[in-house]
């Protein structure tokens, strides 16, 4: 059964370095997403990727934040600066096969900033 | 805004015994609700999902209706086994291909 996958399950980084998060998407999924759970909370919403572009993006997702889907198969998440309340587990997901818009999740990456 | 309320965890149960978590929402509009699981060094994963009002969700065991009238999507299992042993988390859409609003998700215990 196909599958979301994600590199590194974990990723530990001085606070000021930057950090690219990896995702591979189900191979004929259309639309791509991140999405975030500190430690304890909610799982929150980051940033949706739709032909090459941002369709939406949170709050959360500032300057510091960008993705990129740099061939066929990846789907990246860059933070350029690392901050202590980065720490989090990251979550890729995608939809949009054959008129199904169920997103489905990837393992996640748990980003520890030190 | 949308939101997603659940109960508090964790919840307790003794193998085979009826599992309730209660969900609510609050949305415009007519969102999707969902329930994912998330099993313990797992990620995210659909257990079941309703698009429209009075629809039962429904997969392995556990069940979910959707009702508008009390803005709910209650997480119901007759006979819970350890293996069910997880975080639910309830999550609606606004529909089509937009993001999900993840309530807090709720801690099952499940023990011999």
């Known amino acids: 059964e196909p599958e979301v996958t994600q590199t590194p399950s974990h990723q530990v980084t001085q606070m000021g370095q930057e950090v690219i998060l990896r995702c591979v998407p189900i191979?004929?999924?259309?639309?791509f997403y991140w999405y975030r759970q500190i430690l304890g909370q909610k799982v929150e919403f980051l940033v949706s990727?739709?032909?090459?572009?941002?369709?939406?993006k949170s709050e959360i997702f500032d300057d510091q934040f960008s993705v990129e889907r740099p061939d066929g198969s990846n789907f990246t998440l860059k933070i350029r600066s690392t901050k202590l309340e980065d720490s989090a587990m990251y979550f890729c997901?995608?939809?949009?096969?054959?008129?199904?818009?169920?997103?489905?999740f990837g393992p996640g990456t748990r980003l520890t900033v030190l | 805004g949308n939101s997603v309320t659940q109960m508090e965890g964790p919840v307790t149960l003794s193998e085979e015994a009826f599992l309730t978590i209660n969900c609510t929402y609050t949305?415009?509009?007519?969102?999707?609700l969902f329930w994912y699981v998330q099993y313990p060094g797992e990620g995210l994963q659909l257990l079941l999902k309703?698009?429209?009002?009075?629809d039962k969700g429904s997969n392995k065991g556990f069940e979910a209706t959707y009702r508008k009238e009390t803005t709910s999507f209650h997480l119901e299992k007759g006979s819970v086994q350890v293996s069910d042993s997880a975080v639910y988390f309830c999550?609606?859409?606004?529909?089509?291909?937009?993001?999900?609003?993840f309530g807090k998700g709720t801690m099952l215990l499940v023990s011999p």
């Open positions: 949305a415009t509009g007519y969102p999707s």
């Open positions: 990727f739709y032909n090459n572009e941002i369709s939406e």
């Open positions: 191979s004929n999924h259309l639309y």
């Open positions: 999550a609606l859409s606004r529909g089509g291909y937009s993001t999900l609003t």
């Open positions: 309703a698009t429209k009002a009075d």
């Open positions: 997901a995608s939809s949009g096969a054959s008129g199904d818009n169920t997103q489905y």
